[in-house]
């Protein structure tokens, strides 16, 4: 009897415990629309960093002159009305009438006067330095007129003008950079509510916006998700409205939940450093060992394979094919092992090599998996991959530091602009891994070339040059993968992973 | 009881400033943090005046000596990331992880010690087996794969509970539970061992004789005497359990210190990561502390001296 | 920690031994057994459990459930990973990666471990404050967070990550045998060997070491199990063994991403992982309830 109370007691216990109390969930409304992104912001000003996530949040609370809309890939005035070259260094930019901050101060050209000197002084948006060293002036003409001077022709112009993002003066005067980080005050479709660290920023519709509101949004809530499965698992249970960065593993099980995956084609373009610099000597220097990389790699079992056919080919060039300069004559080096190990024989390497092939871990889509791959590949024409996987804060600064060498498997992702993505090769930049003094002579001709036309010819050369010798292994283009609801409509990232909310709505299907 | 304690914080001062400085060294071994901050495409100038800003150009042992004369003025830095005091940011957070934290405990302890008394007192029966096995499960699943699965199962197909987030008792029951299996685990191994050893003593059968209901005596007098190892277990595995929240609030995107910690070690954000370490150690001795105070409650004959 | 009582005479010792003998007879124990015996041979001669290359690839052929037969008409018992790899190759020949770093780990903590619990315990005074300082550091800093910060420092060599696993829970086995120490130093047959003039370091090794062994035997294998999952907790945070070389635990966090397209990617070398620690723990209960005398003495 007295055990048999205890028998009883021990499983009213263990009843207990086991079953938790469910309270009903916190609802969102209806009109909330959730995103969720990898990372919280550290600051809501858009020009305090370069990272997406942090831009993404911050841009739908101050705005910049102009954005160039994926949808159309066309330059489209924000808070300006258009702009004209004086001379080819030159610009008038007019600016929109009648807008203001939500604090009330108004929208003109002091406020464009300020926001610009803020971004050209490098001690306050130290990260924005390259595209500050742009501009040499900037003078208010009238309320609604600023004249902007560079040092030079740039023929980047529109981008560097996008980046800057407008400020209200007195506000930002009053809390410097990182009060203004905390507490954003602008002239864009929201403002801020709450922000919780690490947790949610919660913003709600700016009532006196100047342009067309969103429907059905009222509020925004961003949810930093770290976790890829976790974030995926979530849109597809219908706990967000967008979420970014979506594995492409998930994809397929999301679109069978009913919500909508949008691929966007990345600016982030994959290869493998195959170091030529004179500080890093190996089989590399040799460009028949090179060009037998480059026959090596199954391009289409990479794209086909590990990524469903959500990566696109490159055609043998570092430049998209909607770019200027993209060269339609040059093709993908085949995938040809035989010919590989005839090239290693011919450069004197009949039984191979070992070398040592770096790559992140945790930094690029897929990367330890593609880097695998890749080993293997290497490994059956007879080039013995000793492979050193990288932290993905180790490999980043291995690869500013030249240290990611002789092979290293990288994702450079640089602005929208033939210049700034072939300079990144330039013997003399921070990380690049060639050393060809033709590949310089080209980029600098390129540079200073405002004429679009004859541009495009300089960096078809280019590109043909580079395929040539196989400067690098190219690999494939990116495809970044979001998620949304049914309900959300014309959601549209741009390939540097940054998406306004222009446009959005939410609701009928 | 105050001059126990006392002597036994001043002991443990040395140990914590022994992690400060091991921090200190393996953090800055791990190279200039620099590019981390900055645009790869950022220009030489900012790179120096990122480096001036945050004393990172001057000499190891100079940096060294700074940190010591403000750490011991309770100045730990400021963030490299948000240019912050990193013990501001590390305070923010702490809520959400003690919350994490206690509620880990609370399920571990809830479960785990009626478990744990259970196999005991049915050693050797299938109940007892089945009660191992359990208990060597939750010991052998990764913490994160725990994590994921119940993601996917009860918040994905079952629709019971948010996928992560802190919204709510909800969205606790996922983290925690995950957090708390391998604690669970493992006191039920040391509570069911530690009964097994007193529950044939004399003073049990004594109990018994008196005529006392069974779970008068194995609650109060065989789990009373048994409970100081449970006790001890729990507090060192504080350690553990602040390790595993590292991966459990990535996993629940869970705003708390573990998270802030592994962005720390990834961005090499070196202040942020001595604010955490020293948050964990502090916590860490400040459990082991309790334990030996709950001693002297669950058993008169422990005397704190 | 538990086992503070267990003070085995060395006839006790022999008789855990005839007692371990005796409960391979109850079935647990068997499989438990006959699972570490398979392990220990799957390190050793993998080949004779697969003919499969543990890594050779075929994109084409990737995530497939169990029983896939490829085009070249080679049965994949357990399926393909995420590259195409033999899921039950990798899981043979992870046994010996995984083994050779949770055992390494383990020795290595246990080296130091107890050389400074012996230490302690016997030498007591100063020297034994300041071990209790080092334990006591050690235990409250994260094992997960040492092993990041010092892997960014050491790169991912296999060496480098036995051993930070190693001096992250080297304080266990410190604690554990400085308290049978302090209980065996005044024990009659210690003293007498005092008495007849032996040095310390002959005491220590000669009388101390052997009556903890088996102490020192159990706190191993519950280790053991620890590292297996720190070295799956590693692989997650992308600090673990490098690829190619497969790991249990590093298939896990990989196939992990593949849960909701090919689940059975994750959950083979998890099985794996649980039925190896479910032996191991078997195994390490049995010793600790054989070695408490009292407990012998309740069942005989």
């Known amino acids: ?36 992104q990898a990372f919280d912001p550290t600051s809501l000003w858009p020009n305090f960093n370069t990272a997406s996530d942090e831009i993404n949040a911050g841009a739908l609370i101050t705005e910049p002159l102009f954005w160039t809309d994926p949808k159309t890939n066309k330059m489209m005035p924000v808070l300006a009305l258009g702009y004209e070259m004086e001379d080819d260094t030159t610009i008038l930019v007019s600016l929109r009438q009648g807008v203001s901050f939500t604090n009330g101060e108004p929208f003109n050209a002091d406020a464009v006067v300020a926001s610009f000197t803020n971004f050209m002084n490098p001690d306050v948006a130290p990260a924005y330095g390259r595209y500050a060293s742009v501009f040499e002036s900037i003078e208010k003409v009238d309320d609604n007129t600023v004249r902007i001077k560079t040092k030079s022709p740039y023929p980047a112009l529109e981008l560097a003008l996008g980046k800057v993002y407008i400020v209200p003066p007195a506000y930002w005067a009053e809390v410097g950079a990182d009060g203004f980080g905390a507490k954003p005050v602008g002239t864009g479709p929201f403002k801020l509510e709450e922000w919780r660290r690490d947790d949610r920023i919660v913003m709600t519709r700016n009532e006196t916006y100047w342009g067309e509101p969103l429907k059905g949004i009222e509020r925004v809530i961003l949810r930093p998700v770290p976790d890829d499965m976790a974030r995926a698992a979530g849109i597809e249970a219908g706990e967000f409205d967008i979420a970014t960065n979506i594995p492409i593993a998930n994809a397929a099980a999301i679109e069978a939940a009913g919500k909508k995956i949008v691929e966007v084609p990345s600016y982030r373009i994959f290869s493998l450093e195959l170091s030529n610099l004179e500080m890093h000597p190996s089989p590399m220097h040799d460009k ?87 080993a293997g590949m290497l490994e059956a024409v007879g080039i013995r991959p000793n492979m050193i996987q990288l932290e993905a804060g180790e490999f980043l600064r291995q690869l500013v530091g030249r240290e990611l060498a002789p092979i290293g498997y990288v994702g450079l992702g640089p602005a929208d602009d033939p210049d700034l993505q072939m300079s990144q090769y330039r013997s003399d930049w921070r990380y690049s891994y060639v050393s060809d003094p033709e590949v310089d002579r080209l980029i600098d001709a390129g540079a200073a070339e405002m004429d679009s036309g004859k541009r495009a010819v300089i960096y078809q050369e280019l590109s043909k040059y580079m395929r040539d010798q196989a400067s690098v292994a190219y690999l494939f283009q990116n495809v970044d993968l979001y998620a949304t609801g049914s309900d959300v409509q014309g959601f549209l990232p741009r390939g540097d992973q940054l998406w306004m909310l222009y446009g959005v709505s939410v609701g009928d299907k | 009881m105050g001059k126990y304690l006392l002597t036994r914080l001043l002991y443990v001062l040395p140990s914590l400033l022994g992690v400060l400085i091991i921090c200190f060294f393996l953090t800055r071994l791990s190279g200039d943090p620099t590019h981390l901050f900055m645009p790869v495409d950022a220009t030489d100038e900012a790179l120096a005046a990122f480096r001036a800003k945050h004393g990172l150009d001057r000499s190891l042992p100079e940096q060294f000596w700074l940190f010591v004369y403000n750490a011991l003025q309770g100045d730990f830095g400021n963030s490299l990331r948000f240019s912050v005091p990193a013990m501001n940011l590390v305070a923010e957070r702490l ?190 001795v400040f459990a082991n502390l309790v334990a030996d105070v709950l001693y002297s409650f669950v058993d008169p004959r422990v005397r704190l001296k | 920690m538990t086992q503070t009582n267990t003070v085995p005479s060395p006839s006790q010792r022999r008789g855990v031994w005839r007692g371990m003998l005796k409960q391979i007879r109850r079935p647990g124990v068997a499989i438990a057994v006959a699972v570490v015996i398979m392990l220990v041979a799957m390190s050793i001669f993998p080949g004779l459990f697969t003919s499969q290359d543990p890594n050779l690839q075929s994109i084409l052929s990737r995530l497939k459930g169990p029983m896939f037969e490829d085009r070249s008409g080679v049965l994949h018992v357990l399926g393909t990973d995420q590259l195409g790899r033999d899921i039950w190759a990798r899981i043979v020949y992870g046994a010996r990666t995984t083994l050779i770093v949770s055992i390494g780990a383990v020795l290595v903590s246990a080296a130091l471990g107890i050389f400074l619990g012996l230490i302690g315990g016997y030498v007591g005074g100063v020297t034994d404050a300041v071990i209790l300082r080092l334990i006591d550091m050690q235990l409250a800093f994260p094992v997960i967070l040492l092993v990041i910060g010092a892997v960014a ?13 190693g001096l992250a829970s080297w304080p266990t086995f410190a604690r554990v045998i400085r308290s049978e120490v302090l209980t065996l130093r005044d024990r009659e047959f210690v003293e007498a060997a005092r008495s007849i003039g032996a040095t310390q370091s002959r005491i220590i090794l000669r009388h101390i070491v052997p009556n903890v062994l088996s102490v020192i035997m159990v706190v ?25 070389t497969p790991t249990w635990g590093g298939m896990i966090s990989e196939g992990q991403r593949y849960l909701s397209q090919a689940w059975t990617v994750s959950l083979f070398p998890g099985l794996v992982i649980s039925i190896t620690i479910l032996a191991i723990n078997t195994l390490g209960d049995e010793l600790r309830d054989l070695l408490d005398p009292r407990l012998a003495r309740t069942e005989n």
């Open chain 1, 288 to 374: 028949l060992v090179r060009q037998a990389v480059n026959y090596a790699i199954d391009k289409d079992g990479i794209i086909d394979g590990l990524f469903e056919g959500r990566a696109k080919h490159l055609n043998g060039q570092l430049l998209r094919s909607n770019q200027v300069g993209y060269n339609p004559d040059l093709t993908d080096y085949p995938y040809d092992p035989e010919k590989a190990k005839e090239l290693l024989a011919e450069a004197g390497y009949p039984d191979g090599f070992e070398i040592d092939f770096r790559f992140p871990s945790g930094r690029y889509v897929q990367d330890q998996e593609v880097a695998t791959a890749i």
């Open chain 1, 1 to 36: 009897m007295k055990r048999r109370s205890f028998h009883a007691l021990a499983l009213a216990a263990g009843l207990l415990a086991s079953t938790a109390i469910f309270p009903a969930f916190a609802q969102n409304a209806p009109s909330d629309l959730i995103v969720a």
């Open chain 3, 220 to 244: 191993a294998t519950f280790e053991l199990s620890t590292m297996i999952l720190i070295e799956a907790t590693l692989s997650f945070l992308g600090v673990g063994v490098q690829p190619p």
């Open chain 2, 95 to 284: 809520p959400a992880t003690l919350e994490l934290a206690m509620a880990t405990l609370l399920i571990a302890v809830t479960i785990g010690i009626p478990l744990g008394v259970m196999a005991a007192y049915w050693r050797g029966r299938p109940i007892d087996t089945g009660i191992r096995y359990l208990a060597a499960l939750g010991q052998s699943v990764p913490t994160f794969y725990w994590g994921i699965v119940s993601i996917i199962v009860l918040a994905l197909w079952m629709r019971l509970l948010p996928t992560g987030g802190r919204d709510g008792l909800t969205s606790l029951v996922l983290p925690a539970t995950t957090l708390a299996t391998t604690m669970m685990a493992l006191i039920i191994r040391v509570t069911r061992s530690s009964m097994l050893n007193v529950i044939e003593q004399d003073y049990i059968r004594t109990a018994r004789a008196k005529g006392q209901t069974e779970f008068v005596v194995v609650v109060r007098h065989a789990l009373g005497n048994s409970i100081i190892p449970v006790i001890t277990v729990i507090a060192l595995q504080f350690g553990v359990l602040l390790g595993g929240v590292v991966v459990t609030e990535t996993v629940f995107s869970w705003p708390g210190v573990g998270r802030l910690a592994i962005q720390a070690i990834y961005a090499r954000d070196y202040p942020v990561v001595q604010a955490v370490v020293l948050f964990f150690a502090v916590v860490f």
């Open chain 3, 153 to 165: 420092v050491t790169g991912q060599s296999l060496a480098a990550l036995i051993f930070l696993m």
